[in-house]
C-alpha cells in the first residue's frame, strides 16, 4: 500500500507542474489582451504627439486660416489657465477656419515667436489668414470674452 500512495503522489506532482492545455490558452488570451491594451496605448499617444506638434507649428501663421497664438509657459499656472479658457472659448468655432496655436517660451521656436512681437506669457496674438497681426490680448480672460474676442476678430479679418 505505500508503494501506491507515493505514485498517486508523484503523478500528482507531475501533472501540477506540466502545463496543461487550458492555462497554455489563458497565457495566449492574457498576451493578445496585453498586446492590444499596449497597442491602444501606442495609438493614443500617437496621436496626441501630432496634436501637440501641430498645435506648436508656429509656421502655420500666415497660411490662409486665421490663427491665435498664446505666448505660453508651461510652468506658469496663469498660462495653463488661459490655454483652457482659450480651447473652451474656440469649442464655439470648430471648423470655421480659426487655428490655435501655442508658442512655448521654453522651446527656442516658441522663445524667438515671442521676442519677435514683443510679448510676454500669459498673452494671446491674432492674427489673419497672411500672417498680420490685428490684436494682442494679454492676460487671464474668461472663455465668454474670448470667444467675444474672437468673434470679433473672425467678423474683421474673415
Known amino acids: 500500500m505505500p508503494k501506491s500512495r507515493a505514485k498517486t503522489r508523484k503523478s500528482k506532482t507531475t501533472k501540477a507542474s506540466e502545463p496543461t492545455r487550458r492555462s497554455m490558452l489563458k497565457l495566449a488570451g492574457g498576451g493578445v489582451l496585453a498586446a492590444a491594451g499596449t497597442g491602444g496605448v ?10 501637440y506638434a501641430a498645435e ?3 509656421s502655420r501663421v500666415g497660411q490662409g ?6 505666448i505660453h509657459d508651461p510652468q506658469c499656472p496663469t498660462c495653463t489657465a488661459l490655454q483652457k479658457q482659450t480651447r473652451a472659448a474656440l469649442r464655439d468655432f470648430d471648423d470655421c477656419g480659426i487655428t490655435y496655436l501655442v508658442a512655448d517660451i521654453t522651446t527656442p521656436d516658441g522663445a524667438a515667436f515671442a521676442r519677435k512681437h514683443r510679448v510676454a506669457h500669459v498673452t494671446l496674438l491674432l492674427f489673419d489668414g497672411t500672417g ?6 494679454q492676460g ?3 472663455a465668454s470674452q474670448l470667444a467675444q474676442t474672437f468673434a470679433a476678430h473672425k467678423a474683421a479679418v474673415g
Open 42 to 51: 501606442g495609438l493614443w499617444a500617437m496621436g496626441s504627439f501630432r496634436a
Open 56 to 58: 506648436h507649428d508656429l
Open 65 to 70: 486660416d486665421i490663427a491665435i497664438v498664446q
Open 132 to 137: 498680420e497681426l490685428h490684436q494682442t490680448v
Open 140 to 142: 487671464l480672460q474668461q
